[in-house]
């Protein structure tokens, strides 16, 4: 996933003109404030959804023409790097007692490996699934189509092999110790309370959650981290399913035999990548696109 960045030259000045639309003159600053005064009642607006909207298509259109290569080792990162949410999260069940508290606690790590992936601009599948389809929503051409799935093929593909690679580095004791391998696969194997069709009912809210980062951190202006940690966290503490974050686990219980192959992926990992689908495109992109459609242009070149 790669942070929407908010600035001015994102934009052109004739298009920030149409983005901002006809305004009643009550919606002007009034009379008497001076130049400097205007600026920063300005600075301090919140972006309006259209501009938020065109923040993000334009964010998602610049990773829609990143090289594969680029692509592939941006995802490879994220995947290891979102591997440190299940890492914190068993560190910290193995050191906390057992009370009906220590959940609360411990589901913070969870954010961990978020917090590196997102700030890192690291490239995530499930936050694709927002920035990557509003240039398609805008603009629905083949071309862009076939961006968007070469897009979320090679990222998909780079995030599983990257969380496979820390599962097998955790499987074999390489950067843990037998108690916390032990701690990793008592967290690991809460997503085996689940049936296929659970898992991808748990992915919906997972993948609007994530979806609905990427809209909220162009406002955030210096929030960013909160904003990262609390949204994940209510993913943790929901028992929702993240598909990259889930494939750690997935990998990891069948690496120790206690899931088949066949198992890990059918029931595990692709009723999650489902649902984050759903979720985050199905229900997040359409909705957020549907609210400025009609206030927008789209005959425009990309």
């Known amino acids: 996933m790669t942070a929407p960045r908010w600035g001015a030259e994102q934009m052109s000045g004739s298009r920030n003109d149409d983005l901002r639309g006809e305004a009643s003159p009550e919606a002007e600053p009034v009379d008497g404030l001076s130049d400097d005064e205007v600026d920063s009642v300005d600075e301090r607006r919140s972006g309006s959804p259209k501009v938020v909207h065109e923040v993000i298509r334009l964010q998602g259109d610049e990773e829609l023409g990143r090289p594969l290569a680029s692509l592939l080792f941006s995802g490879f990162a994220a995947g290891v790097a979102i591997s440190a949410s299940i890492l914190a999260e068993a560190f ?71 969380t496979l690679f820390v599962a097998l580095l955790v499987s074999r004791q390489i950067i843990v ?105 199905g229900l997040f992109a359409v909705l957020a696109h549907g609210q400025v459609h009609g206030e927008l242009d789209p005959g425009e070149d990309e």
């Open 177 to 281: 110790g037998p108690e916390q391998l032990s701690a990793t696969l008592e967290v690991s194997r809460s997503v085996l309370r689940h049936d296929a069709m659970a898992t991808l009912m748990l992915g919906m809210p997972a993948g609007f959650l994530v979806a609905s980062i990427a809209w909220i951190l162009p406002n955030a202006r210096g929030s960013e981290f909160w904003v990262i940690v609390l949204i994940t966290y209510v993913i943790a503490l929901g028992g929702f399913t993240h598909v990259v974050a889930g494939s750690g686990e997935a990998w990891l219980l069948w690496l120790h035999g206690e899931v088949g192959l066949s198992d890990a992926v059918g029931r595990l990992i692709l009723p999650s990548l489902l649902g984050n689908i759903i979720g985050g495109t």
């Open 92 to 162: 910290l069940h193995e050191r906390l007692p057992e009370a009906p508290w220590a959940e609360l606690v411990s589901s913070l790590g969870y954010s961990v490996g978020f917090v590196i992936v997102i700030m890192g601009n690291l490239q995530l599948f499930t936050e694709n699934t927002v920035t990557a389809v509003l240039p398609l929503a805008t603009h629905p051409t083949r071309r862009n189509l076939g961006r968007l799935l070469r897009l979320w093929a090679a990222v998909f593909a780079a995030n599983m092999a990257g």
